[in-house]
């Protein structure tokens, strides 16, 4: 689901509410849970997952065309831990499995 689909979604469960005011909703929501991951806290959806940051090192890495050995700077990379009530949702019995893509990008 991309953001356009899922304000779209919710402006369709809310008829009370504009399409303007769900995209000014979602942004907020978005713009607040980015401010605080980086500012280093977690952000946590009960029922759903936790958003945290994790540090990576700094380390030797390869340009895949080259070869060549380059340098990685040490980073901060976004972390999704699912919870279970979702992992609950998305392995019952009976829910079907997710299409997948081959490295071609085709359905298999």
Known sequence: M???ELIASLAEENPHLTIADVERIVGALFDEMTAAL???ERV???GFGAFT???RQARAGR???TGEAVEVAQKCVPFFKAGKELRERI???GSPAPAR???AG???
């Open 101 to 103: 893509k081959n490295a």
């Open 91 to 93: 392995n019952k019995p």
């Open 2 to 4: 991309t953001r356009s």
């Open 44 to 46: 946590e959806l009960r």
């Open 106 to 108: 085709a359905k298999s």
């Open 53 to 55: 940051v994790k540090q």
């Open 38 to 40: 980086s500012r280093g």
């Open 63 to 65: 340009n895949p065309r």
